[in-house]
């Protein structure tokens, strides 16, 4: 598979795009929301730094059992509520450059035959190893685009 090559290059380059992103967000402005139930750039940041253990369990699962079956992955209450508000954020962005690293050296010994295997998920019609870290690849952009968003905002209500 040649998708496979720069999907790898996409999860690799993350750390190094939404750090030093992060980092320009003014302290004034980190934890910030932009209104309730929506999250500040601190959330989004930390949010990436939790979703490796899911990550994980999910190849490890699709990997051991031909007949496996995801569950779909939401932010819980906790996390909605401002738990990752709590949270250092420096802390979380060597933790989630750490793993990410840890998950690429993984995802680099995976055979052609690993990337296509395929689960049940609960909400898509169809969802593989590929599918699941392309994925991944566009939620790190998802929520580097969401911190971009909230930097460069003009009018805060």
């Known amino acids: 598979m ?10 690799e380059r993350a750390p190094a795009i939404v750090i030093p992103l992060v980092n320009e967000v003014p302290p004034a402005i ?3 929301r932009p209104k309730p139930g929506k999250w500040s750039a601190h959330e989004h940041a930390c949010h990436l730094a939790t979703i490796h253990p899911v990550m994980n369990a999910r190849l490890d699962l699709m990997l051991s059992d031909p007949n496996a079956r995801i569950t779909p992955y939401f ?3 906790e996390e909605e509520n401002g738990a990752l508000l709590k949270k250092d954020l420096q802390d979380e962005m060597k933790r989630f450059s750490f793993d990410r690293r840890k998950l690429i050296e993984r995802l680099e010994k995976l055979s ?10 609960g909400e898509y019609n169809h969802y593989s190893v590929f599918i699941m870290f392309r994925h991944l690849a566009m939620h790190d952009m ?3 685009y969401r911190v971009e968003e909230l930097l460069l905002k003009k009018d805060w209500e």
């Open 2 to 11: 040649d998708e496979i090559s720069p999907i790898i290059a996409s999860l």
């Open 30 to 32: 980190l934890k910030r």
């Open 75 to 77: 932010p819980d209450a």
């Open 112 to 121: 052609p035959e690993d990337w296509g295997r395929t689960a049940e998920h």
């Open 142 to 144: 998802f929520h580097a």
